[in-house]
T-cell receptor, first 115, second 108 residues
């Protein structure tokens, strides 16, 4: 199947700093990528839809100034958690689909801990 | 109420047992996905189906469009099958709506 690579897999940062997470589609072009957040033992929560060459679409309740998304190319989307706070500690995972309605492929996820 | 309901929430089995996980959804969909999330967090797509049945190794997925129901079966279960299995549906957009997942533990 197709490969989506996410980096880093784990990151620990201090409160107030910013953290960038990268999501790359390695063998296909992804005009759309999705960013999810997952709390322990809970389902995936869609944060935003990243659109290549245009602004991301954020879900209700997600602060766009806190979670900056950039999708500058057909193979790379980035999520930057700005001015990180301990409550931002979570598991973040990206996904892309083959075409608009194709199979979904997920990155390995990033476990963020803010201390 | 979640649009996508999975059952059971938790499941334990002895190695070799036949396992069934169920998924129900409330409105018509364009496709249903079965995903596997490993303890480390990574998610693997197992199946995407819109009708009938698909098989891959020991895994079988079926869907009944009229009843808005899908099942994931694991034959001859093995401890390495221990994971969270997630059902997700998509409508006419590219977004996925996720079920709450089924946590499976297979003991030797």
């Amino acid at each position: 199947g197709a490969v989506v690579s996410q980096h880093p897999s784990r990151v620990i940062c201090k409160s107030g700093t910013s953290v960038k997470i990268e999501c790359r589609s390695l063998d296909f072009q992804a005009t759309t990528m999705f960013w999810y957040r997952q709390f322990p033992k809970q389902s995936l929560m869609l944060m935003a839809t990243s659109n290549e060459g245009s602004k991301a679409t954020y879900e209700q309740g997600v602060e766009k100034d806190k979670f900056l998304i950039n999708h500058a190319s057909l193979t790379l989307s980035t999520l930057t958690v700005t001015s990180a706070h301990p409550e931002d500690s979570s598991f973040y995972i990206c996904s892309a689909r083959i075409g608009q309605v194709g199979e979904a492929f997920f990155g390995q996820g990033t476990r963020l801990t803010v201390v | 109420k979640n649009e996508v309901e999975q059952s059971p929430q938790n499941l334990t089995a002895q190695e070799g047992e036949f396992i069934t996980i169920n998924c129900s959804y409330s409105v018509g969909i364009s496709a249903l996905h079965w995903l596997q999330q490993h303890p480390g967090g990574g998610i693997v797509s197992l199946f995407m189906l819109s009708s009938g049945k698909k098989k891959h190794g020991r895994l079988i997925a079926t869907i009944n469009i009229q009843e808005k129901h899908s099942s994931l079966h694991i034959t001859a279960s093995h401890p390495r099958d221990s994971a969270v299995y997630i059902c997700a549906v998509s409508y006419d957009t590219d977004k996925l709506i996720f079920g709450t997942g089924t946590r499976l533990q297979v003991f030797p």
